[in-house]
């Protein structure tokens, strides 16, 4: 691949500034790009914020002896049009979806369009932000295996964005790892610490992944349009384990090649979030932090960058290390 200066970078090629520091996005070659995410144009992540390039040194040693040492990739790549879309700006508001329950079930109607990914910030300063993926080659069983097998280690969250995954574990992992257990049993309910660099901030959550139907999802049209692994939660900060002020969306599907996954995340105070046990406390911790408009346009741009980066590289590497760990 051709080496740019960050000048050039910025002057010659498309980029997708990151924050302060910035994502800066040149193409890869053919070759490059398939070893990580087949596509027929995907560009490289270059430039990453300090903090992301400490972490991945960090990483790097965590990483060694590991059995899956050969999965620590800090090569990543994007698809290019999925970059250009976050260039632009915010999504409209028409194309936005609320974390009401009417609007959950929109989210899985076949009649439903919206651009794949996105972000924005809707009422009340709540973030938003929206992303589908193809992950070719891949299955909704691989998905839900990596659920279950990632968070044993910290070390194996980090093969999933080597630059900006810290730390994570559960609550339970005896139960997470019981493969006597059904997914759900494993997965739910068994709150899930995790520690990772969104942009240049860090940030500590604590995911409470559970049955899409207790977020709102209608369980029979869920199950006709063909979703069959689900990875979402309600969330809200560490430290403050008593308070929600997030939900988070994944639910994936097996298609023709491969498995489509959809996401949907939503941040702040939104009056949607209140039929959820301590979401009614978000609103005065998010004003006590300063919360505005601003401060909640640029975590979704972030959170938006994130969430394409660490997805597109998981979809690179998922068949590969399922058949090597996940299988018998």
Not at 286 to 308: F, P, R, S
């Amino acid at each position: 691949m051709t080496s740019f200066g960050r000048r050039n970078l910025l002057k010659g090629i498309p980029a997708l500034a990151a924050g302060a520091a910035g994502a800066t996005m040149i193409k890869a070659s053919p070759t490059e790009a398939a070893d990580a995410v087949p596509a027929l144009d995907n560009s490289a992540v270059t430039y990453l914020p300090v903090a992301a390039q400490k972490q991945l040194i960090a990483n790097t040693q965590l990483l060694k002896g590991k059995s899956y040492e050969t999965f620590f990739n800090p090569h990543l790549v994007v698809p290019t049009n999925d970059a250009r879309a976050l260039q632009i700006g915010p999504l409209d508001k028409a194309d936005c979806l609320t974390p009401s329950v009417a609007d959950l079930n929109r989210l899985i109607d076949p009649a439903y369009k919206t651009p794949k990914q996105g972000y924005a910030v809707l009422d009340g300063s709540t973030v938003y932000v929206q992303n589908s993926l193809f992950f070719p080659r891949a299955t909704a069983e691989m998905f839900r295996w990596w659920f279950t097998w990632h968070p044993i280690e910290k070390e194996r969250y980090m093969l999933w964005f080597p630059h900006a995954h810290i730390e994570n574990s559960v609550k339970d992992p005896a139960r997470l790892a019981n493969k006597s257990l059904s997914y759900e049993d494993r997965l739910y309910d068994n709150p899930n610490y995790v520690k990772e660099l969104v942009g240049p901030q860090a940030m500590e959550l604590l995911i409470r992944f559970t049955d899409p139907a207790k977020l709102g999802f209608d369980a029979s049209a869920f199950k006709r349009a063909g979703f069959t692994a689900n990875a979402s939660g309600i969330v809200g900060p560490a430290q403050a384990p008593d308070v929600i002020n997030s939900m988070m969306i994944h639910i994936a599907r097996d298609v023709e090649g491969g498995m489509e996954l959809v996401s949907r995340y939503w941040i702040g105070s939104h009056p949607e979030m209140r039929r959820f046990a301590g979401a009614e406390k978000a609103a005065a911790m998010m004003a006590h932090v300063g919360w505005n408009d601003q401060l909640a346009e640029m975590t979704a741009y972030e959170l938006a960058v994130h969430d394409m980066i660490e997805f597109n590289h998981l979809a690179g590497i998922l068949p590969a290390l399922f058949a090597q760990f996940g299988e018998g």
